[in-house]
């Protein structure tokens, strides 16, 4: 069965971007399950020249087992949230690693906003990102989600169906394109 890591890249409690992957987990329970960034550290070379941070080497090896990623972007300051880079940017250490990591893992890159324009701008700049990392990255839709308070409940849960269709139809093209 295929496994995917799903990685929200917000640290807030309330964060928008992690309830979208929740809806995601719960629409397929047994196929994706959702990784923190919260415990990964700033990048520091110094560090990385000692060992590894252990929670980097512990996403390292459920990004590797997996069959794709899920990244949940915000958008700051129309580009990638910085702790979320940052995460990516140790998961991809030391260099040689990259191969394991990234290359030629599916990617799929999914976003909510408070704003109107959802997470265009971010989502565009995560694309050179994941092909220096030779990831393979689906480019088979875009779900980019504008207005996040009027999207969710109070709970956190997507309150609009339509929506919620939109985020299956997209999951189950990543899941197919995985497949592929």
Not at 44 to 70: C, K, N, S
Not at 76 to 81: E, K, L
Not at 119 to 139: C, E, G, K, M
Not at 156 to 164: F, T
Request: charge should be negative.
């Amino acid at each position: 069965m295929t496994q995917i890591v799903g990685i929200a890249g917000s640290l807030r409690r309330e964060s928008f971007n992690a309830a979208l992957l929740q809806a995601a987990g719960r629409l397929f329970p047994d196929i994706i399950t959702s990784e923190s960034i919260r415990d990964v550290p700033l990048y520091d070379a110094d560090v990385e020249a000692q060992a590894l941070p252990a929670e980097v080497a512990r996403l390292q090896r459920r990004i590797m087992a997996a069959d794709g990623l899920l990244l949940v972007t915000p958008e700051y300051n129309n580009s990638v949230p910085g702790v979320l880079k940052n995460a990516i940017d140790w998961i991809s250490r030391p260099a040689g690693d990259v191969r394991n990591v990234f290359h030629g893992k599916p990617v799929a890159v999914v976003g909510v906003s408070p704003g109107r324009f959802g997470t265009i701008l971010s989502q565009d700049a995560w694309l050179p990102v994941f092909r220096a990392l030779r990831a393979r990255l689906w480019l088979g839709g875009r779900l980019m989600v504008s207005h996040a308070h009027q999207v969710f409940d109070e709970d956190g849960r997507l309150a609009d169906s339509e929506l919620e269709e939109r985020l299956e139809s997209y999951l189950r093209g990543f899941i197919d394109y995985i497949g592929r």
